[in-house]
């Protein structure tokens, strides 16, 4: 992540994307559930999910860094 951002510009960055991962979710549901199905689409759509996911993951990790005692 870039050392410029603060936990405040964290924080809203992390809401962000996990809305933008939610959603993600329903337009695959929604892909998923159709008669006609967008393989191609659809892989698009898993793909940038996990891509999110990751990046969720390391911003979680910079608010919350793993400590060990």
Do not use: N, Y
């Amino acid at each position: 992540m870039d050392e410029g951002f603060d936990s405040v510009e964290l924080q809203a960055e992390l809401a962000r994307l996990k809305e933008e991962h939610r959603d993600l979710d329903r337009a695959i549901e929604a892909l998923e559930s159709s008669t006609v199905h967008d393989r191609l689409q659809l892989q698009r759509l898993k793909k940038r999910k996990l891509t999110l996911r990751d990046r969720i993951h390391r911003i979680e990790d910079e608010i919350l860094p793993d400590i060990i005692a």
